[in-house]
């Protein structure tokens, strides 16, 4: 997801992975924003989170960062560039919806 935000030119989209108690979550970061869409895979997390980091955040010691890719080889490299067209364009539609 963060690979494909890049080549939009929305901003530098960086994958982040932390690591707690023997466990590791990983979420992007983009100008002081966390971009997190698996949060809810923690108790009382919500499942998208888009804001500066909270406490929980601070939790967890970096292991990795670095501006976010994708190794175009990977098998369905295609299909997930379709896929995110397909939800971004889906996002756009329900923005112009609700406002207007």
Known sequence: MGDYFNTLGVGEFFYVCGVKEGSSHAWLEVDGLIVDITG?????????????????????????K?????????????????FLKRVLEQLIRSETTASG
Request: charge should be negative.
């Open 66 to 82: 670095h501006l976010a890719i994708h190794d175009s080889s990977a098998f369905f490299y295609g299909e997930e560039r379709r």
């Open 40 to 64: 809810d895979q923690f108790p009382a997390r919500p499942r998208i989170y888009v804001d500066k980091p909270d406490a929980w955040y601070c939790e967890w010691e970096l292991d990795i």
